[in-house]
């Protein structure tokens, strides 16, 4: 059993220390500057703290306490809309693994169906893994076609080269569009990001889908203590991550005080100093270092038609060769370099069956080239993709979109090619 945090306002705050008074709870003075006042009832300790959170210690005796004050504190989230659809960002700050982003669309008439447990509890806090794993498996059994989820992954490869935010600009338009592609038209929904500091292709995206569905959308600064909708993206991308975490930190002999550390540890600092391994691909290598990042323009090597565009010859086809583990140009047999990132971010999910298994399987084995895409695979088959996404490297899908990457084989050769209705920015 573990305590609860809440995130109030100064009103909330006086609303919930008068009702806890009504209960029998017994004042305490503050023990330090932080805590702005003190309760004792049913066994559990409630403090409340400048930073506006309301904390109570583990006690089974509080769980009817805990019950009220969550429907107290659901007052303070806005849920006018028939869907609303919140994403947040974990691991941006952090040297080893990769940024995960998460997109959670839930209608309105569910709401009321999502335990409180998933509505109130403090993401930045730290809990162990257990607790984690817990979480991820309440809001699997929540899963349904009015309340779902989507995650990204951001491998450190990318955040090495390209600008993180723009890369998170490109991460949450393909998120959105998965999110969006079953809503019922003419439905009222609202998009609300954690404000990252958006960049102006997100922002084209989304004002252009404005105009043309019946939805709103919002930045937000500290968003998931407004939004239920962000709150369940950031509880679902850091169960995720601590997941992913746990993994590194087991295979790769990473110190379980440093596997979340930034480059202002010094020990961690040092330990990086000292530390090899021969595919380092889990650690971010720029972290700390001033270097110029580029801009994502890979994402031009697929046409707005959702055709490949060569660089080198200026063709555009539907289909690419893999050779070498490289995509090749069909029309003149060059490198197409960055075209798995433009991949990654049109449509990111590459369909396997018995046919492609073993091509596509060598290339995760083997490579880095389709890190960070998800795999929509047979059942038979999905056994040996868990190792690398338990790592981080891959997704697996349970349900298809309706935007996928296809792949066949043509004599020597592997054939990628998109699906016909891909939408592109």
């Known amino acids: 059993m573990y305590g609860r945090t809440w995130k109030l306002n100064g009103n909330k705050s006086k609303e919930i220390r008068d009702y806890l008074l009504r209960k029998g709870g017994i004042e305490e003075s503050p023990t330090n500057p932080y805590e702005l006042w003190r309760l004792k009832l049913k066994g559990s300790t409630f403090v409340y703290y400048t930073s506006g959170k309301l904390y109570s210690t583990q006690s089974e005796e509080a769980e009817e306490i805990w019950k009220e004050i969550d429907s107290l504190v659901e007052d303070n989230f806005d849920l006018s809309k028939d869907y609303v659809l919140g994403f947040d960002e974990v691991g941006k700050g952090e040297v080893f693994g990769p940024i995960i982003t998460c997109g959670v669309l839930i209608k309105r008439d569910y709401i009321s169906q999502i335990p409180s447990e998933l509505k109130t509890p403090d993401t930045k806090k730290s809990h162990d893994f257990e607790y984690w794993t817990r979480i991820l498996s309440i809001i699997n059994r929540y899963i349904s076609d009015v309340f779902f989820y989507a995650i990204d992954l951001i491998q450190p490869r990318e955040i090495d080269r390209f600008n993180i935010n723009q890369l998170l600009d490109l991460s949450y338009t393909k998120l959105i569009k998965r999110l969006m592609e079953g809503l019922p038209s003419g439905v009222e929904a609202r998009v609300v990001i954690d404000d990252y500091g958006v960049g102006e292709g997100l922002k084209k995206f989304l004002e252009k889908e404005r105009k043309e569905s019946n939805f709103e959308y919002i930045f937000a600064i500290d968003s998931e203590d407004k939004f239920l909708e962000v709150k369940l993206a950031s509880l679902i991308a850091k169960a995720h991550r601590e ?183």
């Not at 298994?357 to 047979?378: A, Q, W």
């Open 243 to 425: 997941r992913i975490l746990k993994f590194l930190q087991e295979i790769y002999e990473i110190p379980g005080n440093l596997i979340k550390g930034n480059m202002s540890n010094k020990e961690l600092e040092l330990f990086l100093v000292n530390y090899s391994y021969i595919d380092s691909w889990f650690i971010r290598k720029s972290f700390g270092n001033k270097v110029k990042k580029e801009k994502p323009s890979f994402y031009n090597l697929i046409s707005e038609e959702g055709k490949f565009r060569c660089f080198f010859c200026g063709k555009e086809g539907n289909e690419v060769f893999l050779r070498n583990y490289k995509f090749i140009c069909p029309f003149c047999d060059k490198e197409m370099k960055d075209l798995d990132l433009a991949m990654k971010y049109h449509s990111g999910v590459i369909k396997v069956d018995k046919e492609n298994f073993e091509p596509i399987f060598e290339v995760v084995k083997n490579s880095h080239l389709l890190d960070g895409f998800g795999f929509i695979v047979d059942h038979a088959l999905k056994e040996y993709f868990i190792y690398y996404e338990s790592i981080g490297r891959i997704l697996t899908l349970n349900k298809t979109p309706s935007k996928f990457i296809t792949s066949k084989i043509k004599g020597d050769r592997v054939v990628f090619s998109l699906f016909r209705n891909v939408d592109n920015i």
